[in-house]
């Protein structure tokens, strides 16, 4: 019996695959694959013709008894459109019944969209919380997430561009003003990485329509607050953010944020003192 081989590929950069993979993907008897197509363009340009087949969520049952035919004969490398197999896609499928059978499995380290995510998010990386694909449906949406309003840990998620504005605003709503991270197109060209509070971050992409392939990384909730702050504390740092050249509106968001005050009480000091300021 040959060894399933769970080979991560390119997320974006095909210059981001290890000499081990590529090394298996040579050697082994066939690659079972989440696209063929993608994984075409990638075996192309490395000059790599090994046997190709098809391996994806509508025909994960009826390739199951090819697969493991092949195994019986070889090793078979699983990989997926793009990144890692076996995180939000059937490939873990393939894996469980790879174990069950007795047959070994050797997953190798690789790319991903999850960790470069975090780290280049800012927010906290030690302990995180992976929730694979956000929910569709408003309602299921908001139940997760309410689910999670008290969870310490930074949460990441995958979500599509079309969604990307709807759920920013399930999480200001529901989670409140949280620090957010959206990680898009990463190790491709136009990778950016847009942080900052989600009031904020939503504003942008409301003025700047998403596209590709988001990561979502959101802050976990914050420490019990401590007592609200007094009206001099208020006052002199949202002072000190205005007067850097903060925008009134973020400025206040952040401050209200930190202090417990409601949002519009602090508008209104920042207000009054912007227009002091110009008299």
Request: proline fraction near 6%.
């Amino acid at each position: 019996m040959g060894t399933l081989y769970v080979v991560p590929t390119p997320i974006g950069n095909l210059e981001d695959i290890t000499l081990r993979a590529l090394r298996l993907l040579r050697e082994v008897s066939l690659i079972a694959a989440e696209d063929t197509r993608t994984t075409r363009v990638l075996l192309d340009h490395y000059d790599i013709g090994t046997p190709l087949t098809s391996y994806h969520e509508f025909n994960k049952l009826a390739k199951l008894d090819a697969i493991f035919e092949a195994l019986a004969a070889g090793d078979v490398a699983l990989v997926s459109d793009a990144g890692t197999p076996g995180l939000s896609d059937p490939g873990y499928e393939l894996i469980g019944a790879a174990i069950r059978r007795g047959v070994r499995v050797e997953p190798l380290p690789g790319a991903n969209a999850i960790l470069p995510a975090l780290v280049g998010s800012g927010l906290p990386t030690d302990s995180f919380i992976y929730l694979g694909f956000l929910p569709r449906k408003t309602k299921a949406l908001r139940e997760v997430l309410l689910s999670l309003a008290d969870e310490p840990r930074t949460l990441v998620a995958y979500e599509s561009p079309n969604r990307l504005l709807d759920t920013l605003a399930a999480i200001a709503d529901v989670l409140g003003e949280r620090e957010v991270c959206v990680a898009r197109e990463l190790s491709k060209k136009f990778e950016e990485f847009r942080r900052g509070t989600v009031g904020d971050v939503l504003e942008h992409f409301r003025q700047n329509a998403p596209r590709g392939e988001i990561t979502l990384v959101i802050g976990g909730s914050a420490p019990v607050a401590e007592a609200a702050w007094d009206e001099t504390r208020v006052r002199s740092v949202l002072y000190a953010r205005l007067d850097a050249g903060e925008p009134l509106a973020q400025a206040a968001r952040a401050v209200a944020g930190l202090s417990g005050w409601p949002r519009r009480d602090v508008y209104a000091l920042g207000s009054a003192y912007r227009d002091s300021d110009r008299r």
